[in-house]
């Protein structure tokens, strides 16, 4: 029933940009802070930034400056733009709700950054 679809993946070098979009239902983005999780091979899930219901933002210290996520109300969407990437950066990407729900976790989007 719940679905959360990420896209915008994929291969870029070093200092490269690239934008994700995480699409969900009206219930669970109007009642919800939204969030961008990360995970390396290795090593545990992160939180990378989130966005609350009255549109405050906050940013792993990791990210910040570099990342920036927004939402858009009336596509259920969840942005999260990554610019000025390094390597560091390459996990899968997840987008949930925060706290999570372990239910709403899905496939991620691949995120490489090459030297």
């Known amino acids: 029933q719940v679905q959360l679809v990420e896209s915008g993946g994929g291969l870029v070098q070093a200092g490269g940009s690239l934008k994700l979009s995480c699409t969900t239902s009206?219930?669970?983005?109007?009642?919800?802070?939204m969030a961008w999780y990360r995970q390396a091979p290795g090593k545990q899930r992160e939180l990378v930034a989130d966005?609350?219901?009255?549109?405050?933002?906050n940013y792993a210290d990791s990210v910040k400056g570099r990342f920036t996520i927004s939402r858009n109300y009336p596509k259920n969407t969840v942005y999260l733009q990554m610019n000025s990437l390094k390597p560091e950066d390459t996990a899968i990407y997840y987008c949930?709700?925060?706290?999570?729900?372990?239910?709403?976790w899905g496939q991620g989007a691949q995120v490489t950054v090459s030297s």
């Open positions: 009206t219930n669970i983005f109007l009642t919800n802070i």
């Open positions: 949930n709700v925060k706290p999570p729900k372990n239910e709403y």
């Open positions: 966005i609350h219901i009255g549109g405050s933002e």
